[in-house]
Antibody, heavy 120, light 105 residues
Framework: EVQLVETGGGLIQPGGSLRLSCAAS????????MSWVRQAPGKGLEWVSV???????YYADSVKGRFTISRDNSKNTLYLQMNSLRAEDTAVYYC??????????????WGQGTLVTVSS | EIVLTQSPGTLSLSPGERATLSCRAS???????LAWYQQKPGQAPRLLIY???SRATGIPDRFSGSGSGTDFTLTISRLEPEDFAVYYC??????FGPGTKVDIK
């Protein structure tokens, strides 16, 4: 059974740093496109970052230079290192697998999310 | 950059009624990359439709997707109580629509 479990969220002051983890089971993280998607309170979904199976990484403009996505193949875990946090980064952060099957692309599995609150 | 617009913002309907949700892209997109998700309060999004019209595993057949080019539609043929939720369309990995909330009239 495929499962994604995020941890690491919490309350952090502006300017601070936090690292989110997403432990995967039922599939191999390094063989898939893995992404972080966030949702601010009462708002819609916002794509944050992706790491491709080959290791290439991409970021939304809103987090570029501040966030870093990575993975630990031995732990089958995805990470998001978040630095220089701002109030507008407050959101539930989801990790999700982005499946590319033949010509179809979509997020097929999502974690339950972890809440990051940036506030003094 | 492709922008997705969803309408209406809120759809108020009764159980048993038909729901028609629209997703419009700012430029033509490949149907292969258009997906729909359902999200209930406090839960992660759930994949409903991929490739514009293919139902994901376990999704009831009252959900259907259609469209091409710039105009896509999610239809729920007869609303069940558990269908009242927010629905998002998505194109590729970067772009989500703002969502349509389907609530109980």
């Amino acid at each position: 059974e495929v499962q994604l479990v995020e941890t690491g969220g919490g309350l952090i002051q502006p300017g601070g740093s936090l690292r989110l983890s997403c432990a995967a089971s039922g599939f191999t993280v390094s063989s898939n496109y893995m992404s972080w998607v966030r949702q601010a309170p009462g708002k819609g979904l916002e794509w944050v970052s992706v790491i491709y199976s080959g290791g290439s990484t991409y970021y939304a403009d809103s987090v570029k230079g501040r966030f870093t996505i990575s993975r630990d193949n031995s732990k089958n875990t995805l990470y998001l290192q978040m630095n220089s946090l701002r109030a507008e980064d407050t959101a539930v952060y989801y990790c999700a697998r982005f499946l590319t099957v033949t010509t179809h692309h979509y997020f097929d599995y999502w974690g339950q999310g972890t809440l990051v609150t940036v506030s003094s | 950059e492709i922008v997705l617009t969803q309408s209406p913002g809120t759809l108020s309907l009764s159980p048993g009624e038909r729901a028609t949700l629209s997703c419009r892209a700012s430029q033509s997109v490949s149907s292969s990359y258009l997906a729909w998700y359902q999200q209930k309060p406090g839960q992660a999004p759930r994949l409903l439709i991929y490739g514009a019209s293919s139902r994901a595993t376990g999704i009831p057949d009252r959900f259907s997707g259609s469209g091409s080019g710039t105009d896509f539609t999610l239809t729920i043929s007869r609303l069940e109580p558990e269908d009242f939720a927010v629905y998002y369309c998505q194109q590729g990995i970067h772009t989500f629509g703002p969502g349509t909330k389907v609530d109980i009239k």
